[in-house]
């Protein structure tokens, strides 16, 4: 490791002063301007890990569903996971020492990790299509090349792509080919296959209007609309061509304020998506008959899919395990209804989809999905094995998983922004400030199938406030009076919050 050649390139990505940053749930985020530095410095890091894993090793520039002036970087571990936790605090270390003190810093990573520096390294690189993210890409690869390490430059990719393209690299191919053209042959084939058995109402053609925040969903699913079946047309919308990445349009703004986007038009039943900024978010929605919105988030598509599944195993009679992991913040009657109605068995965990991705591996099948819209499906080999053995389900059985939305309760949430506070019990709880959590359990009281949690927010300085309750009515006054709670015992800053926010 040649640390004079580090603390030469280091100056050329100069720390700020006084500037200290902490590796969350989705890495680093911040204003752009501050992140030459840490990215130069993830690009080191990302080497050490390879040769520590002796695989390869991703690196996504990204700040995901954060406003178009913010960027950020995470990285990818060798199963397309995300960071190992003990390396996160090699991260958080890294990003924040001093420039004299940085040589110091990557000899202690090497040594806690048992780095073999002999080891070849190898970096897989994506972005985002944020005005800044070339630049920080470059600062990346800075710091892949100084410590010696090769590397591949994916350019535009979604997170999801990067995330695949890693797990390839590292199984040899067997997962599927690390390219592009691979990653939307594997999804194409396999979504064309799912939808032959799907039942559908009406003629044979489908329409899917498709909201991509402005990012770079837009530029990889108009490539990949050409591998679907010609009985599928996907319409885009907020394709980047006009409009601000996630202003006013993507799936934070359309779970956050429960209506569609701007920039897309919709009819009665006409099914509509929306993506994030990075494309690793979606959620659908529909107007009925009515003109009433409807909103299928995360918790939604969740009990869905495991509805679907539980079914299939019942068939199956093999006795595989199947979980579905929330976090708190998941609506209480999804939750509810796959354990009492569907009798599936439900984990919470803290949120961020690395803590649930960890506790759905635990199962044959796992279900992850956070109301934002994170999530997917993990199968162990065994039960791939076994869905396989069922060539096609019945008609009957068919229109049950197509109905499943009928069986679930509509109940909101509002969310407001305070100070950070902290609290343990996967987020349920408020630790700090004294009193707070006894103010949240009295106004709780008052409503009927209610909650409401506090937490500071993974990606953004801010405090994020969860209610709900049986109505729309209780629900908004329930947000108001634990955000009001928040403001008084929390130390608030601005105006104070009011009904109707």
């Known amino acids: ?20 940053l902490q590796y969350g749930t989705a890495g680093f985020r911040t ?9 130069f410095r993830m690009g080191l890091l990302a080497v050490l890990r390879s040769k520590q894993t002796k695989s390869t090793i991703g690196v996504m520039v990204t700040a995901s569903h954060n406003p ?8 990818v571990d060798p199963l397309g996971e995300m960071l190992a936790a003990s390396w ?9 020492a001093e420039e004299q003190h940085l040589p110091r810093v990557l000899v202690d990573i090497s040594e806690k990790a048992a780095v073999d520096l002999h080891q070849d390294a190898f970096v897989v690189i994506g972005r985002d299509t944020r005005p800044s993210s070339e630049r920080l890409s470059q600062s990346v690869i800075d710091g892949v090349t100084v410590l010696g390490g090769q590397f591949y430059d994916y350019g535009l990719l979604t997170t999801p792509q990067l995330h695949y393209m890693v797990f390839c690299r590292n199984s040899n191919g067997q997962y599927g080919k690390a390219t592009v053209e691979g990653y939307y042959q594997k999804l194409s084939s396999a979504f064309v296959e799912l939808t032959k058995q799907a039942f559908c109402r009406g003629d044979d053609h489908r329409t899917l209007k498709v909201d991509c925040a402005n990012g770079i969903g837009a530029l990889k699913l108009a490539e990949m609309k050409h591998y679907f079946s010609p009985g599928l047309s996907v319409q885009l919308f ?3 061509t006009k409009g601000k990445l996630n202003h006013l349009c993507g799936a934070d703004f359309v779970k956050s304020h429960q209506k569609p986007p701007q920039g897309i038009e919709m009819r009665a039943n006409e099914r509509c998506c929306s993506f994030d900024g990075d494309a690793d978010r979606i959620v659908y929605y529909y107007h009925d008959a009515d003109g009433q919105f409807h909103l299928i988030d995360g918790d939604k598509i969740a009990t869905l899919i495991s509805s679907f599944l539980k079914e299939l195993l019942l068939e199956i009679g093999d006795g595989l395990s199947l979980g579905v992991v929330q976090t708190a913040y998941a609506n209480g009657s999804s939750t509810r209804y796959l354990e009492e109605v569907m009798k ?21 099948i796992g279900v992850y999905f956070e109301a934002n819209g994170h999530g997917t499906v993990l199968f162990s080999k065994a039960a791939e094995t076994k869905i396989k053995q069922l060539a096609k389900e019945s008609e009957d059985e068919k229109r049950k998983a197509a ?22 019990d996967a987020e349920r709880q408020v630790v700090k400030p004294p009193g707070l959590q006894e103010a949240i359990n009295d106004l709780v009281k008052k409503y009927r199938l209610s909650r409401a949690f506090v937490r500071p927010s993974g990606t953004e300085d801010i405090v994020r406030v969860y209610a709900e309750a049986d109505s729309q009515e209780n629900t908004d006054s329930l947000a108001y009076e634990v955000s009001l709670a928040v403001f008084q015992l929390a130390g608030g800053i601005g105006e104070r919050p009011q009904r109707g926010f």
């Open 31 to 39: 204003k752009a301007e501050h992140l030459d530095h840490v990215m």
């Open 344 to 364: 599936v068995p439900v984990y919470c965990t803290k949120t961020g989809v690395k803590h649930l991705h960890h506790k759905a591996q635990e199962f044959d």
């Open 403 to 424: 109905k499943m939305l009928e069986n679930i309760i509509d109940l909101f949430n509002q969310v407001a922004d305070r100070q950070v506070i902290s609290t343990t």
């Open 1 to 20: 490791m040649d640390l004079d050649a580090v603390t030469k390139q280091s100056v050329l990505h100069a720390k700020p002063d006084g500037l200290i």
């Open 88 to 96: 996160e605090e090699h991260a958080t270390c890294l990003a924040n």
């Open 238 to 240: 907020n394709d980047g």
């Open 68 to 75: 178009e002036e913010d960027n950020g970087v995470k990285l």
